[in-house]
């Protein structure tokens, strides 16, 4: 993928998450990416390319943040969960505000790489419940995700200081009673 597309990615993701899905123009994205004028014109043609190639790309580097990390126990999910939060709540608000306007405005075909990547995310806790507990717990997979989505959307919205490890061990032992 060539830098200037990818800046012209990275700077589309943080003027949604600043001002929303309207603010999002090609013009608008060559100036704050500080590319010359119609360069993201020439990676993305049409406003709805260029909504598919900023998902496409917030879709990518949602999978390399998420790494492989082992996860042998309750603890070390329950960490790996609130890490993602705190990150994704923190330092990384701005995309994960940019993927909640994404999903609400984007049509479905734009939005798919998204919805991929969230179906990886939950098969990834699939696999983690049934190693840690049975496949009860990991059938507790979508209610595990969604107690967590839910946390990160009270942390982006309401209060940003609202807990994290406590409420994700309070889900992640929900998820793996018997």
Known sequence: MSSTRRRAQDA??????????????????DAAASLPAGSTSNHFRTRAALIAGVIEGMAAAEREDAGASAIRSRDDLVGALSRMIEVQSGPLAGRTRARYALFLEADADAAQPLREQRLGMEAWIHGILLELGSPPAAARAPFLMAACEGLLLHRITVDPDAPIAEVVAVAVDAALAS
């Open 12 to 29: 589309a993701v943080d003027l949604i998450g600043a001002e929303g899905i309207r603010a999002l123009t090609h013009g608008r994205v």
